[in-house]
C-alpha cells in the first residue's frame, strides 16, 4: 500500500463547477498537509497548506483534513479553465524531516 | 518565498554521454536543495537531499555514481547525469524548502530525453 493515495484522473468539468480532489494516507504521523498546482512541463506551484485537522480557505480554494478518516480535500469553487492543472497533494510527520510525500496528482480540466 | 531557477528546460542527449542541470537559488540561501524525478503519471520521487559543502544524501535505490550532485554554494546545486540511458528519460525537478519551513519552492524542471 502506497503512503499516499490520489486518483490520477482525469477529471474534466465544466466552468464554474466545484471541484472535489481527494488524497488517502496510510501514516497517522503525518501532520502538515500540502496541496500543490502544476501546469503542464513545469514545477509545482504551492496553493496551500493546511497543519494537523480541520479547513483552510484562501479564495476560491478550500482545504480540509480529516485525521481521523486520514483523508484530505482540496475544493475549488467557481472553477475556471485557468485551472486546468495536475493537482498534487502532500504530506509530512511533524519530525523536522524534510521528506514530503507526494501523491500521483491528479489531473484537471475546466472546460469553457 | 525563495525563487528557484532551473537549467535547462528542455535537453535533448546522446546516449553515453552526460548531462549537467543547475538549480539556483535566487534569493534564499539554501543550505538544503532536493532532487525529485517525475514519470508521466506518477508522482514526485525524491532522488537526492543536496547539502552545501558535503556531500549529497540520496534515497534507496538511487545509484550514487550515476547522478553527481554538486552542491559547492548556498545558491547553486547542479545534478549530472553520466553515461546516460533512454531509461533516464524523465522530468528531473530541484526545489528549496521555503522561507516559512512548511512545503518547497519548486524549479520549473527539466525535461531530459536520451536517444
Known amino acids: ?4 493515495e490520489q486518483d490520477p484522473g482525469p477529471l474534466s468539468v465544466p466552468e464554474g463547477a466545484i471541484v472535489s480532489l481527494n488524497c488517502t494516507y496510510s501514516n497517522s504521523a503525518f501532520q502538515y498537509f500540502m496541496w500543490y498546482r502544476q501546469y503542464s512541463r513545469k514545477g509545482p506551484e ?6 494537523s485537522s480541520g479547513n483552510k480557505e484562501d479564495g476560491r480554494f478550500t482545504a480540509q483534513v480529516d485525521k481521523s478518516s486520514k483523508y484530505i480535500s482540496l475544493f475549488i469553487r467557481d472553477s475556471q479553465p485557468s485551472d486546468s492543472a495536475t493537482y498534487l497533494c502532500a504530506m509530512s510527520t511533524t519530525s ?12 484537471l480540466k475546466v472546460l469553457a | 518565498g525563495a525563487v528557484v531557477s532551473q537549467h535547462p528546460s528542455r535537453v535533448i542527449c546522446k546516449s553515453g554521454t552526460s548531462v549537467k542541470i543547475e538549480c539556483r537559488s535566487l534569493d ?12 508521466p503519471k506518477q508522482s514526485l520521487m525524491l532522488m537526492a537531499t543536496s547539502n552545501e559543502g558535503s556531500k549529497a544524501t540520496y534515497e534507496q535505490g538511487v545509484e550514487k555514481d550515476k547522478f553527481l550532485i554538486n552542491h559547492a554554494s548556498l545558491t547553486l546545486s547542479t545534478l ?3 553515461s546516460a540511458h533512454p531509461e533516464d528519460s524523465s522530468f528531473y525537478i530541484c526545489s528549496v524548502s ?6 518547497y519552492t ?10
Request: charged share 15%.
Open chain 1, 1 to 4: 500500500q502506497k503512503e499516499v
Open chain 1, 46 to 51: 504551492l496553493l496551500m497548506y493546511t497543519y
Open chain 1, 96 to 107: 523536522g524531516t524534510y521528506k514530503y510525500i507526494f501523491g500521483t496528482g491528479t489531473r
Open chain 2, 28 to 39: 534564499f540561501q539554501a543550505t538544503t536543495m532536493f532532487w525529485y524525478r517525475q514519470f
Open chain 2, 80 to 82: 549530472t547525469v553520466t
Open chain 2, 98 to 103: 521555503r522561507s516559512t519551513g512548511v512545503g
Open chain 2, 106 to 115: 519548486f524549479g520549473s524542471g527539466t525535461r531530459l530525453t536520451v536517444v
